[in-house]
């Protein structure tokens, strides 16, 4: 037997039990509730929580959780520059639930991606293997073991040990791409894969706007929309032509203006935040994700994502806070009646009434282990600096000088 096909036999039994708790999604998810321990406790954010992750990246167990801390997962971070969140052996397990019944389904649905292997982008193109002050990894050494299987070693087109993907520039055996955002092909243009046949990535909200120039450059290509995945854990997944909840790997929760409801609750239709438990320690973590419910698969929710709740702006995956910028502003010393950062394209831009150094600023956002992956692989561009006249600028938002609130980012601005 073939390593692909070994692959895939492991993965039948999470895919049947997948596909027999989309019929009945509340017993399914209570059985999940019972194995992460989940309890009535309110609903927290990432700055709640990271005095508890301090000491776990110190070295200390038994923290959010009874279960050892394998490693620490790396993200972008609202207030501060970075977020760091626990790998358990039940999270990394919960994960392969969801991975099961989406690969089984996207293999059945093109088998001739069995007769070549894999591209996987899965955790930022690390610069040097880090650890914490406690220890502990910061991801794990190679893309593979988030699988847990030595089958990938003959599935996956990089070799162990290599992470940069130019490495698999040309490679005629790939048939089959799993990245985030459209643009990171893009950025990696000359990858020019020949017989590539279906590309998963995102779809959704800003992600959709690389996309005709992702169909450009492979049109003979399927493009797969992949489900919601976060570095905190797996809402939806690409199956049976839709996106239904992973149902069989975290408990979810949904609020919206009628309050909190579970997910044989939802209505179509309706868009709702995201809150998560998880086998890694996270407690009714608010995931800062807006979902709307696009239909069922059976009686399980099939969602799409909307956007980031509140002021976070992402355009490949970068997730820039209003926060966090500000505090980035602030340590460059930019000091002017109006400045903020906006997306132009493929870049940011300081809007701006007086003066600031571009470089810095950038480099001070790189803190942000995102976007700095983001400008290292040319995802994103260098920041410009745009000169903008507050009186203009206010005058246009029909707001008078004495009632101006600062802010430090926006969604969207046209000069």
């Known amino acids: 037997m073939r ?9 039948e039994n999470d895919a049947r039990e997948f596909r027999e708790a989309l019929k009945d999604p509340a017993a399914a998810q209570q059985r999940v509730r019972e194995e992460c321990g989940a309890s009535d406790t309110g609903i927290v954010t990432y700055d709640d929580l990271e005095p508890y992750v301090a000491r776990i990246c110190d070295g200390e ?21 970075a977020k760091f969140i626990p790998y358990t052996a039940t999270l990394r397990r919960q994960f392969l639930r969801a991975l099961a019944p989406w690969m089984i389904d996207l293999y059945a649905t093109y088998p001739e991606l069995t007769e070549g292997r894999a591209f996987w982008s899965v955790s930022p193109l690390a610069q040097a293997r880090e650890r914490t002050r406690g220890g502990l990894p910061i991801g794990f050494d190679d893309d593979r073991d988030y699988f ?19 490495a698999a520039i040309g490679d005629e055996s790939i048939v089959f791409a799993s990245i985030w955002n459209p643009s990171y092909l893009i950025a990696l243009g000359d990858m020019r894969w020949p017989n590539l046949r279906v590309i998963s990535c995102w779809t959704d909200a800003a992600a959709s706007l690389a996309l005709p120039r992702l169909r450009a450059m492979y049109p003979n290509v399927a493009i797969q929309p992949k489900g919601l995945l976060a570095t905190e854990g797996v809402v939806s997944i690409p199956f049976a032509g839709k996106h239904p909840l992973a149902i069989t790997s975290h408990f979810f929760e949904f609020i919206d203006d009628d309050g909190i409801h579970l997910a044989h609750e939802l209505r179509e239709g309706r868009e709702y935040r995201v809150i998560l438990t998880t086998g890694g320690g996270l407690t009714r973590y608010d995931l800062g994700d807006i979902v709307r419910v696009d239909g069922f698969v059976e009686a399980t929710p099939s ?39 906006a997306p132009r394209d493929d870049h940011y831009a300081l809007f701006i009434d007086g003066d600031a150094d571009a470089h810095a600023i950038d480099d001070a956002l790189r803190a942000n282990p995102h976007y700095d992956y983001c400008r290292r692989i040319g995802q994103l561009g260098p920041i410009d600096i745009v000169a903008i006249s507050s009186a203009a600028f206010l005058a246009s938002r029909a707001v008078k000088i004495g009632n101006v609130k600062p802010r430090a980012l926006l969604r969207h601005f046209e000069p």
């Open 61 to 81: 167990q038994n923290v959010l959780t009874t279960e050892r801390v394998l490693m620490v997962e790396k993200t972008s971070g609202s207030t501060s520059a």
């Open 148 to 166: 847990d299987s030595s089958d990938l070693d003959e599935i996956l087109a990089l070799p162990r040990g290599v992470t940069d993907p130019r």
């Open 303 to 341: 969602i799409e994502f909307v956007g980031r709740a509140g002021d976070v702006v992402d355009l490949c995956g970068e997730k820039l806070s209003e926060p966090f910028v500000r505090r980035a502003l602030e340590s460059c010393g930019v000091d002017a009646p109006v400045a903020f950062l």
């Open 3 to 11: 390593a692909i096909e070994r692959w895939l036999a492991s993965l």
